[in-house]
């Protein structure tokens, strides 16, 4: 049943909105809203705010422990979470969440590698530590496709091990990608204009044997052997993907970005039936960007023929999926000025006016959560803010802010109305500095 208020938008957020006061029943009716829905989507609008990682957990802690939900799938590269994976389950020579995290080198390294998720993966893997022998543990995945050279690795060393012969077979398709070395944009760029062959019909070769053959691996390779078997074949098929990518990416960004949520929901499938497989229903928390987990048929970002995460997921699941979004209006953020950048500790800029944030923030509400579908008046497309891993304030409007129907968008927003930073494992000279004050050097 919807709610209407009679005044402007910013009266009936306000009347609507549940506060966030810091208790234990904060989030008792995000719970509610969840029920008994396999799939919950949990946002972020940038990849460096504290607030967003550290809420993120608490409702995770929540939906594993009160609603028996099995996996965290984060917008990450495969390989470099399997081996978290592998540390919350306390089957890795991994002592510290610290450690498990080492292969997260590519940038941006703070996206992973920062305090909040530390402390989350310890708790995770205290809390698999006392559970029943028999009791499935929760496991952390990583959905994205960028780990191109390290997944080919990782299906080398898996053969390597189980069939010596077709570890040579393997090397030998994935030798077509040698001459570009590490650079995969750079095959990508050959490929994707006809300058040099592409590998297409390797990776698709490579996978398709290895799929065939997983049956036979699982029974010669002992008591862990799906699982092995599961983590080889998803290191294939991210192969084939991420070729396709980075072989599109030059050509058409709509198609590179519809490749890469779909791979993603791909991922998310496959993860289902693995787990399915193990026990029960399988239940799974979704962590990324909003600009992949809202709805992408509400935003600008559909308009121009992009899809994403979560409209997949609702199309495929429905009511089993619900979508929850983040906001904030200013505080600081950790981000770089440009792709490859150093992190910084910048400054978030008081929201755009005509924007979903700047309505929040006249609520003068601090913390809240609401309900997009039992509110009236926000259905009007408005701004709404996104920012990744890099944040230039100089091109604000054109770079970080985007039109959409929200209550369409997500099922739920949580919206902070002043946020700090993510604090980095690896803090620069750059990020404990700080951006200087736009009134340097008065300060005023």
Known sequence: ?????????????????????????????????IGNARFVLLGEASHGTHEFYHERAQITQRLIEEKGF????????????????????????????????????RFPTWMWRNTDVVEFLEWVRTYNG?????KEQPGFYGLDL??????????LRYLEKVDPEAAKVARTR?????????????????????????????????????????????????????????YAEQNARLVKNAEEYY?????EDVSSWNLRDRHMVETLNALVAHLERHGGRAKIVVWAHNSHLGDARATQMGQRGELN????????????????????????????SDWGGTAERKRVRPALTNSYEEIFHDTEVPRFMLTCREVEG???????????????????RMSHYFWARLPDQFDAILHFDETRAVEPLERTAEWDAGEVPETYPFAV
């Open 70 to 105: 099995t996996a965290v799938a984060v917008e990450a590269d495969w390989p470099d979470a399997y081996r978290v994976n592998r540390y919350v389950h306390e089957a890795s020579r991994d002592t510290f969440a610290i450690e498990a995290l080492a292969d997260f080198k």
């Open 130 to 134: 006392a559970l029943p022998s028999r």
């Open 378 to 396: 926000l259905s009007e497309p408005k701004l709404e803010r996104a920012i990744g891993v890099i944040y230039r304030p100089e091109t604000e």
């Open 247 to 251: 072989r599109s990416m030059f050509l």
């Open 1 to 33: 049943m919807q709610t209407t208020i009679e005044g402007s938008p910013t009266d009936t957020v306000r009347e609507n909105a549940h506060r966030l006061l810091g208790t234990a029943q904060d989030y008792d009716p995000m719970m509610n809203l």
């Open 146 to 155: 960028y780990s191109l050279r390290a997944s080919m690795d990782a299906v």
């Open 174 to 230: 994935y030798a077509c990608f040698d001459q570009f070395g590490e650079d995969t944009q750079n095959y990508g760029f050959a490929a994707g204009l006809g300058l040099a062959k592409s590998c297409e019909e390797e990776v698709v070769a490579q996978l398709v044997e290895l799929q065939r053959r997983a049956a036979e691996y699982a029974r010669r390779d002992g008591s862990v052997a799906e699982d092995e078997v599961f």
């Open 309 to 336: 995460v979560g409209q997949l997921v609702r199309q495929q699941h429905g009511r089993d999926a619900v979508l929850i979004g983040f906001t904030t209006h200013h505080g600081t953020v950790t981000a770089a």
